[in-house]
C-alpha cells in the first residue's frame, strides 16, 4: 500500500508555472505507476499525465501535451508535475495517484487528498 501527499498548488497568473510535487510512502514506490488527474468544479476527473514506473514511459492529455511534463524520483519516493504556460482551463483540484500496474494502465488504487491550482486571466 502506499499513502500520498501534493503540494505545490496555488494561484497563478494566465501564462505562468507552478510545480506541482507528490511524495510517496512505502518501500514499493518504484514498482507503481503514477498519475496526475484533475477535476474541475461540474467536470469529471480528467488524467492529465501518468508515468510509468521507471520514467522511461510518459503520456500526456491533449490538453496540456507540450506545457506539462510529468517525472519521478523513485530514491526519493517523489513524482512531480511541472505546468509552464498555464491557462484558465488548468484551474481544477489536481490529484496525484498510483497504479500497480507498473506500466500505466490502471486502474489507479491509491488517491492524494489533492492540491487547487488556479489560473487567473
Known amino acids: 500500500q502506499v499513502q500520498l501527499v501534493e503540494s505545490g498548488g496555488g494561484l497563478v497568473q494566465a501564462g505562468g508555472s507552478l510545480r506541482l510535487s507528490c511524495a510517496a510512502s512505502?518501500?514499493?514506490?518504484?514498482?507503481?505507476?503514477m498519475g496526475w488527474f484533475r477535476q474541475a468544479p461540474g467536470k469529471e476527473r480528467e488524467n492529465v499525465a501518468i508515468?510509468?514506473?521507471?520514467?522511461?514511459?510518459?503520456y500526456y492529455a491533449d490538453s496540456v501535451k507540450g506545457r506539462f511534463t510529468i517525472s519521478r524520483d523513485n530514491a526519493k519516493n517523489t513524482v512531480t508535475l511541472q505546468m509552464n504556460s498555464l491557462k484558465p482551463e488548468d484551474t481544477a483540484v489536481y490529484f496525484c495517484a498510483a497504479s500497480s500496474k507498473p506500466m500505466g494502465g490502471g486502474p489507479y488504487n491509491y488517491w492524494g487528498q489533492g492540491t487547487q491550482v488556479t489560473v487567473s486571466s
Open positions: 508515468i510509468n514506473w521507471n520514467g522511461g514511459g510518459t
Open positions: 512505502g518501500r514499493t514506490f518504484s514498482s507503481y505507476a
